[in-house]
Every structure is written in structure tokens, then in C-alpha cells.
């Protein structure tokens, strides 16, 4: 109830002003504290000089980005940029071949920046996981799936398989565990696959041209084995639909001016760094706390759907149809929407099969970031928050409360669901905070939040989260009426014309008057 239900225009203005005000109030905080900060001795590691003509310093601190688009951004643009050359080349001499090609390219790439001893790791586990699912067997491919991946989390399988990359550079290590990691993603995927296949099973060749397409063999995201090689790549029918080169290039173009921004912002606001400093952390407002909690999942959220993005256009171009980037954290406010676990969750209306599902998702979540204390209570608290969300939801489909809901208007239901909802979205916030950031940092907004700042702090920041809530309800709203309007009603049935009765035919009774005198309906005489 309340889904489709329309606010007043002026009410959710009014929210659009608070947000907006409460948004550049916490920024200027972060400003201030960045700008008079910036020579702190803990600042020197991760905050160096930036662009000369702005005369500020950079935040560095996020390794990961400043990985894609500074450091090593021209090797990444020289093998992107070969492959895309390569793969349309292919395209247009003998696109049968072309997934072929991807996996040769991939292979080359791979070689180049890593060795041949690192190739050699990533087909021995290959080798592996294919020879295993040629027993047929669903939980022997996901036990031997996931203990191949927990030996890249543990010690010494670790070291020793460390030791096959040659050379030292930054790069070395990211690169390391996402080709690891993802290749066994991928093989699990593809040992899954070929349970399913009942004639025969699939070659050793389509695995490696699933493996080893550059654009996701480091950073992702998966595409399964099924959407990736037998509807896609390959594919010899390669036609585009009208407007989507179009698409593509505003994609990339939308891209480029978010990495521009960020770059931006991150001369001016040093979110990534503050959050590790606890002795100024302590000393600024809870304006500028909790602003800078919020910043830095957003900055997460965006960082992700950047990389995410520029990965899918180098597959659209390839006449690929990848995943869809992670929601924006903005926009989150069910734990529902956080996690992907449809297969084991169902329609996530049972108690037994969610609570399973969950565990499954944040065990699997656990063993690919790595054990560790941080990462269990990260699991633990999502867990949790996922499984409450359901039991409340289903508590108060019960008496008297479903009734109270009938009996009140859409839009006051919306208003109340939007008050719980506040809390869920805090509460999804401080959880993710603590993986990100650190277990001081989240305890300290959490303290500064609902304890410190109380209530003045508490009050304000929940109302403006409010306002936040509405807004994206509104958003929703808009997208539900475009994706399922409400059916029109076909117009009603011109009755047929009265016959009146003539005065004059005394074969005529008052009977067979009223009876001509009512319409005829449509679906009756048809039936008749």
C-alpha cells in the first residue's frame, strides 16, 4: 500500500530544499576541515600535491582509483584500446571467430602483465574446476569452488601461490587477487553450466574463452557462463539496435565528466583520509561526522559504478549485454535491495529460505573479502539486518496493524513507511561504514549519532534522512507508473437501442415491453 501514492507538490519541494541545504551544510564542514588540515603529519602519506594550476593538494588515499586513473592509466587505456581494435577487426573479417580472439588477446594481455608462471596458476585452476564438473555433481562444484578460493585467503596456500608472480610493482597485488578470484567465480559458474547440460558436456576451450576476456578477467563484474558464451560471444549475428552507438559514446562521455568531478572533489574535500586521523575526527562537528559517513559511501558507490561502467562499454562495443552496475547507496533503504541472493531467497517472503539464503550470501560476501574480525561483524550485522527487515515486515501484516493500514490514506502510509524506513537506511549506513572505513570510525559516528548528539543531532539527521527517503519513494513512484501504468478501462457497451411497443398490436404485453426495453449486453449475445 502507498506505493503509487502521490505526495503534494509543495511538500516534496520543501523536502528537495532541506535536502539540498543539509547536503552543502555538511559539505562546507568537510571543506573547513580539509582546507585547515591538509599539512597534519597523518595526512602526508595520502594527501599529495594535485593539479599545479589548483593550487591544492590531491586525496590519494583510495589506492584502487588512483590505480585506474592516474598511475597506470596509460597502460590500461594501451590494452582496453587494443582490444577494442582487435575485437573489431574480428568483428567485421570473421565474427564467428571473435570470441576466440577475445580469449587470445586475453591470454596475451595477461602474459605481458603479469608473466607466464601467473598464467600457468590461473589454467592450473582452470583444469581443476573443469575436471571436476565433469562429474555432475552441483555441491562438488560449489565445495570445490569456494575451498579453491578460500586457499587465495589463507596462509600458507597463500604464499606459495603469491610466489608465481614475478616482478614488483603497485599493480602486482590487485591484480593478483582479482584474476584469481574471478577466475574461479568463473569456473564455478561454467562447472554449474555444464551439470545442467545433459548431452555431453562443453570444452575445456569455451572455459578459457570465458575466463580470459580482458575487459572482465581483473575486475569483473561476472556475467555467467550461459549469458557470456552461448548467447553472446558466441554469436555471429552481430547487429545493433537504432541509437545504440549513440548510447554508448554518451556513456562513455557521462564516464569521463564523473571522473573528472571526483577528481575535483577530491582536491577540495579529503573524505578518504579524514576518516583515518581519530584525534581530529573527535575534535569536528557531527554535522561534518556524519556528512563525511554518508560521503564516503557514496564516493564507494560511485567509484564502483565508474569502473563497472567503463568495463561495460568496452563490452557493449563488443556486442555484449553485461550487468548493470551496483545501486546507488542514495537510493537504498531495504537491505532487500543490497545483496543479490534470488536464487536460494525466492520471492523473500519466507522466513527458513531467507535466513538461509542470507547466510549463504555473507558466507560466500566473508570468504571473498577475506577472514577477519572486521569482516564477520560486517557480515553478522547484515545478516541480521536483512532477516529483521523480513521479520518485521511480516509482523506487522498481522492484526490489528494491516487493518490500521486500510483505514488510513496512501499517502499517510507512505509517510509511515517512509519513518521506519530512516532508521533502516542509518542503520544500512553504519554497517557499511564499518567495511569501509574502520570499526573506531563507525563506532564513533554511531556514538556521536544516536548518543552524544542526542537529540538535537538525532532528530535533525533523521528528519533530513526523511526528507532523502521521500524523494527516492517519489522517484520510484514515477518509475512504477512508467513500467506498470494502470490499465485504462475499456469504455462500456453502447446499449442497444428501445424498442417501444406499439399502441396499436394487442399482440403486445407489458411483459415483452420490459423486456425490449432493457440494453442488450455485448458478451451475452455473443455467448448466446
Not at 616482478?167 to 597485488?173: I, S, T, V
Not at 549475428?237 to 564516464?255: A, P
Not at 478501462?489 to 420490459?514: K, L
Amino acid at each position: 500500500m502507498g506505493v503509487k501514492a502521490a505526495l503534494p507538490r509543495y511538500e516534496l519541494y520543501f523536502y528537495n530544499v532541506v535536502l539540498c541545504m543539509a547536503m552543502l551544510w555538511a559539505a562546507r564542514w568537510i571543506f573547513d576541515v580539509s582546507s585547515s588540515n591538509s599539512n597534519r603529519k597523518t595526512f602526508k602519506s595520502s594527501v599529495q600535491p594535485g593539479w599545479y594550476y589548483s593550487g591544492r593538494k590531491m586525496d590519494t588515499a583510495d589506492v584502487e582509483w588512483m590505480m585506474w586513473f592516474s598511475t597506470f592509466r596509460e597502460h590500461i587505456i594501451f590494452a582496453l584500446s587494443g582490444h577494442v581494435i582487435f575485437a573489431k577487426i574480428c568483428s567485421l573479417l570473421a565474427p564467428q571467430y571473435r570470441s576466440l580472439v577475445f580469449m587470445v588477446y586475453g591470454m596475451l594481455a595477461v602474459f605481458s602483465s603479469m608473466g607466464w608462471a601467473y598464467v600457468t596458476l590461473i589454467l592450473s585452476h582452470c583444469v581443476l574446476l573443469y575436471s571436476i564438473s565433469l562429474v555432475k555433481l552441483r555441491w562438488l562444484c560449489f565445495v570445490a569452488g569456494l575451498t579453491t578460493l578460500a586457499t587465495f585467503k589463507m596462509e600458507p596456500f597463500i604464499s606459495w601461490q603469491a610466489g608465481f608472480v614475478t616482478g614488483n610493482f603497485d599493480l602486482r597485488p590487485l591484480l593478483f587477487y582479482g584474476g584469481c578470484g574471478f577466475t574461479i567465480m568463473r569456473c564455478m559458474s561454467f562447472a554449474l553450466e555444464n551439470c545442467e547440460k545433459k548431452d555431453g558436456n562443453y570444452s575445456i576451450l569455451e572455459l578459457l574463452k570465458y575466463n580470459f576476456y580482458l575487459p572482465f578477467f581483473y575486475f569483473g563484474p561476472i556475467m555467467t557462463f550461459d549469458k557470456f558464451c552461448i548467447q553472446q560471444a558466441n554469436n555471429p549475428n552481430l547487429t545493433r539496435k537504432d541509437g545504440e552507438m549513440w548510447n554508448i559514446s554518451l556513456q562513455g562521455l557521462l564516464h569521463l565528466g564523473v571522473i573528472m568531478i571526483v577528481a575535483v572533489l577530491l582536491h577540495f574535500m579529503y573524505i578518504l583520509t579524514i576518516p583515518s586521523d581519530m584525534k581530529l575526527l573527535k575534535n569536528i562537528s557531527d554535522w561534518a561526522l556524519v556528512g563525511l559517513a554518508y560521503l564516503n559511501l557514496v564516493y564507494d558507490w560511485v567509484k564502483a559504478a565508474v569502473m563497472f561502467g567503463v568495463i561495460n562499454t568496452i563490452s557493449r562495443l563488443d556486442h555484449m549485454d553485461p550487468p548493470k552496475p551496483p545501486k546507488c547507496i542514495t537510493m537504498l533503504y531495504v537491505f532487500s535491495e543490497t545483496y543479490v541472493y534470488n536464487y536460494l531467497g525466492g520471492k523473500h517472503d519466507n522466513v527458513l529460505d531467507e535466513l538461509i539464503a542470507s547466510l549463504c550470501t555473507f558466507g560466500i560476501a566473508a570468504l571473498w573479502l577475506g577472514p577477519g574480525w572486521v569482516v564477520f561483524i560486517w557480515a553478522f550485522l547484515n545478516c541480521f539486518g536483512l532477516n529483521f527487515e523480513l521479520w518485521t515486515a511480516r509482523f506487522f501484516t498481522m492484526e490489528p496493524f494491516i487493518s490500521i493500514e486500510m483505514a488510513i490514506s496512501e499517502s499517510m502510509s507512505r509517510r509511515i513507511r517512509a519513518v521506519f524506513n530512516t532508521f533502516n537506511f542509518w542503520t544500512i549506513v553504519l554497517y557499511n561504514v564499518l567495511a569501509l572505513n574502520s570499526l573506531e570510525f563507525a563506532k564513533l559516528v554511531a556514538k556521536r549519532l544516536l548518543l552524544k548528539g542526542f537529540p538535537f543531532t538525532t532528530i535533525t539527521v533523521l528528519f533530513v534522512t526523511y526528507c532523502l527517503i521521500q524523494l527516492i519513494k517519489e522517484r520510484e513512484r514515477r518509475q512504477a507508473l512508467i513500467d506498470d501504468p494502470d490499465p485504462i478501462p475499456p469504455p462500456a457497451p453502447t446499449p442497444a437501442p428501445t424498442v417501444a411497443p406499439t399502441p396499436t398490436d394487442p399482440s403486445t404485453t407489458q411483459t415483452d415491453g420490459a423486456a425490449a426495453a432493457q440494453p442488450v449486453d455485448p458478451n451475452k449475445q455473443k455467448a448466446e
